[in-house]
């Protein structure tokens, strides 16, 4: 892969070596994600139209729309 031009060693090296730390962060994320999501998700199901039905719709909206604008701005940017 070559040599890192800060470090001045082997990148495939760093990458190893930082990988257990990403994947650790990333699945913990995920697990907190899901373990938040799946009850709210089940309880919006389960009363809909209700206060909390509405709260989750939202939270969930504006968490996800902020990415979609920035991927569509990058792509319509770069292409």
Do not use: E
Not at 7 to 27: D, E, F, K, N, Y
Not at 47 to 57: C, F, K, L, M, N
């Amino acid at each position: 892969m070559g040599y890192s031009f800060t470090s001045r060693s082997p990148v495939l090296g760093l990458i190893l070596q930082r990988l257990p730390t990403t994947l650790w962060i990333v699945g913990s994320a995920y697990l907190a994600g899901a373990a938040i999501a799946a009850p709210l998700g089940i309880v919006s199901a389960l009363r809909r139209y209700s206060w909390i039905d509405q709260a989750a719709t939202t939270f969930a909206f504006f968490r996800i729309f902020p990415a979609h604008l920035f991927y569509g701005d990058s792509i319509h940017h770069y292409f």
